[in-house]
Every structure is written in C-alpha cells, then in structure tokens.
T-cell receptor
Framework: GAVVSQHPSWVICKSGTSVKIECRSL??????MFWYRQFPKQSLMLMAT?????????EQGVEKDKFLINHASLTLSTLTVTSAHPEDSSFYIC?????????????FGPGTRLTVT | DQQVKQNSPSLSVQEGRISILNCDYT??????FLWYKKYPAEGPTFLIS?????DKNEDGRFTVFLNKSAKHLSLHIVPSQPGDSAVYFC????????????FGTGTSLTVIP
C-alpha cells in the first residue's frame, strides 16, 4: 500500500523559533498533499492544500505567513511553522493523494507532535 | 460550520458483537465518503469508502451504508474485536469541495474483551 512518512515525529521548540515538518510519499507520486491539524479530542482540521509546483491554498482562518507550505516535488511537501508560540502546539498530519488508480484515496502520514515551550 | 458530524463521541461494545458508528452530513453535493481509523499519536488509516451511486459497500468485517435522502452514513463492524478499539472518523468529499475531504469529529470505539 501507499506509504507516507513525516519527519520529525516529535519536536519541542522554544517560543519564537521556526520548525520545519517534512511529508514524503515513499512509493508513489502525489500531485496534491494536504496538511491537517488536530487538537486533543477534536476533528482533523484542514489547514491547506498543497499542489506540486504551485502556491498552497489555505483554509479560512489559517495564517499563510505563519504556516509556510512548500511542495517542491511530487514526493515532498514541507510545513514550516514560523515564530512558533505555545498555542501552535498541536498534532500536525499530512496526507497525499495518489494520481493514479483510485484517485479519491488519501494516505496519511503518522503525524508530528509539536510542543512549543 | 461542521459539514460532517459524528454525534456520538464514544461507543463501547462487547467483543464479538456489532459496532455501529454513525455519521451525518449537510452538504448535498458530497458524493464520496470514507471511514478512517486512528490510534493515538498516529495518522489515520483508510478503512473503507463508498460513492454516492451505491448504498452499501462491504469489505470483510466492515460494511458502510449510505442513506442519501437522510444524508447519513454508518459503519458496521461485525464481529467487533479488541484491536478495533480506536477513534473512527468519517470524511466526505464532492465536486464542489475541490475533492478536499471534510472530517467528522470522530467516535472513540472501545471493544471490551
């Protein structure tokens, strides 16, 4: 099956610093990747849709200057949380959509837990 | 505005019995629905899907039922096993959502041995 990895799986950073999270599709190409955020005991909230080679589309209420998304290749998308604050502490999950076969399927990464101190 | 809702935050079922998880949606343009299973601190895992042209899809112990007129879908797990204990999210997508998925709030299933 399709595999999506995220790195790092857990990161602790100080307030004011920036953190980069990588999302890779390991055995397939993904023209579209999605970034989600999950607060404890809440649903997955779509933050942005990332298309290879173009600017990401952000959901309403998500600060694009704070959450920088880059989708440089068909297998890699990155999310950078700039000037992180404690309220940014959350579980960030990416997903990738295959471009062949059952194109509605999305495969999720294992998630990255960010703790801002 | 929550377009996909799972009104039961938790459910407990005895091992071997049936688990029924429910999901309601409001957007009549949704035409594709999925169920995901999620363990703590892990990403969701795809379970089963159904398109709006069907009203039932079965895969092993998992069956999804879709009632378009009621804008309701359900996931049946028979027989339930302790390893099924997880949070289950339903998700919906449609042509007018750019094929992006909207997730419900999840139902935490506990299967009691």
């Amino acid at each position: 099956g399709a595999v999506v990895s995220q790195h790092p799986s857990w990161v602790i950073c100080k307030s004011g610093t920036s953190v980069k999270i990588e999302c890779r599709s390991l055995d397939f190409q993904a023209t579209t990747m999605f970034w989600y955020r999950q607060f404890p005991k809440q649903s997955l909230m779509l933050m942005a849709t990332s298309n290879e080679g173009s600017k990401a589309t952000y959901e309403q209420g998500v600060e694009k200057d704070k959450f920088l998304i880059n989708h440089a290749s068909l297998t890699l998308s990155t999310l950078t949380v700039t000037s992180a604050h404690p309220e940014d502490s959350s579980f960030y999950i990416c997903s990738a959509r295959t471009i062949s076969g059952r194109d509605y399927e999305q495969y999720f990464g294992p998630g990255t837990r960010l703790t801002v101190t | 505005d929550q377009q996909v809702k799972q009104n039961s935050p938790s459910l407990s079922v005895q091992e071997g019995r049936i688990s029924i998880l429910n999901c309601d949606y409001t957007n009549s343009m949704f035409d594709y629905f999925l169920w995901y299973k999620k363990y703590p601190a892990e990403g969701p895992t795809f379970l089963i899907s159904i398109s709006s042209i069907k009203d039932k899809n079965e895969d092993g112990r998992f069956t999804v039922f879709l009632n378009k007129s009621a804008k309701h879908l359900s996931l049946h797990i028979v027989p339930s096993q302790p390893g099924d204990s997880a949070v289950y999210f339903c998700a919906a997508s449609g042509m007018n959502t750019g094929n992006q998925f909207y997730f419900g709030t999840g139902t935490s299933l506990t299967v009691i041995p």
